[in-house]
C-alpha cells in the first residue's frame, strides 16, 4: 500500500490555504494601534495562501478519499510546513533580527503550545507581534488539524484518517458519532473556555489585549505572554489563580467536559480514574513545594501556598507561565517541577507530557509485576476505572515510554556535544519535548542564548512532543514506506 501523492498534496494545499487566514487577524489588530507592523503579515498570508493554492490547484480533481497512512503523512507534513510558514512574519519583521531557524524555533513553540521564547523585550514589540504569538498558540491548542477534520468534510474530504493520527496517544471514545461532529464538539468547548477565561482575567484587572491573549495562551496550556514578566507582571493574586483553574481545567480530559456539559452532572469527573490521580498529583506536589518553601524560609506560609500552587500546575500541566523566578528555588524544587512535567496533562487535553494515563498505566504494570513475583501462578490483570486493560494497549505505552526515553538521550547528547552543559541540555530538551518552555540553567528565562543548530534539534523536540512521539517516528520507519 503505498502513500497516494496526489491526495496528500490536495488535502495539504487546502490546510495550508486555509491557515494563511490566521495572518490577517493581526493586520486588524496592527491597524487598531497603529503599530505598523501590517507588511510582515501581508506578505506572509500572501505567500501562504499562493503556496496552497499552488499545491492544490494541479490535484484539485483528485477524489481518492484519505487511508490511514496517509494521514500520517499529511499530519507530520502540514506541522511542519505550518512551522515553516508560519515563521514569515518573524523573519519578516526585521526588527526582531532572527535567523530563519531562530524564526522557525519560535514559530513551532507557538503552534506546539510549548511555550519557549528566544525574544527578549516584548513589552516593547507591537500588539500585531504579541496577538499572533497568543493566537499561534490557541490554535495549536485544540490541534489546527482537528479544526480541519470539522472542515474537510464540507470539502469533500475525509476526516477520520486526520483524525485517527492526530490523536495517535491513549484517548476515551468519540464524543459523537461522526467525527465532524466530534471536532466541532470539542472546538465549543474550547471556545467556550476561552470566554470564560478572557472574561475572568478582565474582571480580575488585565487590559482587553492583555486578557483576550492570555486566555489564549491559558486555555491551550501554552505558556506565551505578552510580556517579559510572563503572569508576574501583574502582581496579582486574583489573576494568579484564575490562571490556576483554567490551567486545570484544560489539562483535564475534554471528552470529560463534554460529558459533563451534556449530563449536567460532575459525576464523570470523580469516576474518572485519570482526572483522581491528576489532581492528586497536583495536590501531593503543592504541599511538597509550600512545605518546603516555608521551612526554607524561602516566603511566609500564604506566600510560600499560593507560590507552589501556581507554579506546580503551571508546571505541571506543561503551560509553563510563571510569577517569579522558580528556577532559583531552593534545593530540589526546580527539578521536582520538571519532572512533573513528564506527566503533564490528560489524555485528550491540551497538555503537554506523557500524559496521565500512560503513567498510571505504567504505574500499575509495575505493581502488578511485584505481585507476581509473589504470586508467580496467578492471573492478575491492570485495570483502570475498574476495566481490565488489554495487554496490547500496555505493550504500545512501554513502546512509547522507551522511544521517549531514546529521544530523550539523542537529543541531550546533541545539545551538549554543540556546547551546552548538562543542566540546560537536559533541561532544554525536557521542555521542549513535554511542550512546557521554561526550563534551567542557560534555557531558565530564555532560549535567546542558543545558537541554530541547538534551536532546530529542540524543533523537532518539540514536533515529537505535539505529535506525540509515535506519530512523526513511524515516518522513519522502512516499513512505513513499503508497499
Known amino acids: ?56 490547484a494541479p490535484v484539485r480533481k483528485q477524489e481518492t478519499q484519505l487511508r490511514l497512512r496517509d494521514g500520517f503523512v499529511v499530519v507530520v507534513m502540514f506541522w511542519g510546513v505550518l512551522g515553516v510558514f508560519g515563521s514569515l512574519p518573524f523573519i519578516l519583521y526585521s526588527e526582531l533580527n532572527l535567523s530563519i531557524a531562530a524564526a522557525i524555533f519560535e514559530s513551532m513553540s507557538g503552534l506546539t503550545t510549548t511555550g519557549a521564547t528566544l525574544i527578549v523585550g516584548l513589552d516593547n514589540l507591537p500588539h500585531s507581534i504579541l496577538f499572533y504569538r497568543q493566537q499561534m498558540q490557541w490554535l495549536g491548542g485544540m490541534g489546527i488539524i482537528v479544526l480541519a477534520v470539522a472542515i474537510l468534510p464540507m470539502l469533500g474530504i475525509g476526516g477520520m484518517q486526520l483524525y485517527r493520527a492526530e490523536s495517535s496517544g491513549p484517548n476515551k471514545d468519540k464524543l459523537t458519532p461522526r467525527i465532524a461532529g466530534t471536532a466541532k464538539a470539542l472546538w465549543y468547548i474550547y471556545l467556550g473556555l476561552t470566554i470564560l477565561c478572557a472574561l475572568a482575567y478582565l474582571w480580575a484587572g488585565m487590559s482587553p489585549f492583555d486578557a483576550i491573549g492570555h486566555s489564549f495562551s491559558t486555555v491551550a496550556i501554552g505558556g506565551f505572554s505578552t510580556h517579559d514578566a510572563s503572569i508576574g507582571h501583574f502582581n496579582s493574586v486574583a489573576i494568579e489563580m484564575i490562571a490556576v483553574l483554567f490551567m486545570l481545567i484544560s489539562g483535564v480530559n475534554f471528552a470529560l467536559h463534554f460529558a459533563a456539559v451534556r449530563s449536567s452532572s460532575i459525576k464523570g469527573y470523580l469516576a474518572d480514574e485519570e482526572f483522581r490521580a491528576f489532581i492528586g498529583m497536583a495536590a501531593v506536589l503543592t504541599l511538597i513545594a509550600s512545605f518546603y518553601l516555608y521551612f526554607t524560609n524561602t516566603s511566609n506560609a500564604t506566600d510560600s501556598f499560593l507560590d507552589a500552587l501556581f507554579h506546580v500546575v503551571s508546571i505541571g500541566t506543561t503551560t509553563g507561565f510563571t510569577s517569579e523566578e522558580y528556577f532559583k528555588w531552593p534545593g530540589f524544587l526546580p527539578v521536582l517541577l520538571l519532572f512533573a512535567s513528564f506527566v503533564g496533562g490528560c489524555a485528550g487535553s491540551t497538555g503537554g507530557g506523557m500524559k496521565v494515563i500512560r503513567v498510571l498505566l505504567l504505574v500499575k504494570q509495575g505493581q502488578r509485576e511485584l505481585r507476581l513475583l509473589l504470586h508467580p501462578n496467578a492471573t492478575i490483570k491492570v485495570k483502570v476505572g475498574g476495566r481490565p486493560v488489554p495487554n496490547k494497549v500496555i505493550d504500545v505505552v512501554w513502546g512509547f515510554f522507551a522511544a521517549y526515553l531514546f529521544l530523550c538521550v539523542v537529543m541531550l547528547l546533541l545539545l551538549m556535544a554543540a556546547g551546552h552543559d548538562q543542566e540546560t541540555a537536559f533541561s532544554a530538551v525536557i521542555a521542549c519535548l513535554n511542550n512546557l518552555g521554561p526550563g534551567l540553567g542557560e534555557v531558565a528565562a530564555n532560549y535567546a542564548g542558543l545558537e541554530d543548530f541547538s534551536l532546530v534539534v529542540l524543533s523537532f523536540a518539540m514536533l515529537f512532543g505535539r505529535l506525540e512521539i509515535f506519530t512523526l517516528l513511524l515516518l522513519f520507519t522502512p516499513a512505513f514506506w513499503k508497499k
Open 1 to 56: 500500500m503505498t502513500i497516494q501523492v496526489k491526495a496528500v498534496q490536495r488535502v495539504l494545499g487546502i490546510l495550508l490555504a486555509l491557515f494563511s487566514a490566521t495572518m490577517l487577524t493581526p493586520v486588524v489588530v496592527a491597524l487598531i494601534y497603529g503599530d505598523g507592523a501590517i507588511w510582515p503579515f501581508i506578505l506572509g498570508f500572501f505567500t501562504t495562501f499562493i503556496t496552497g493554492v499552488v499545491l492544490f
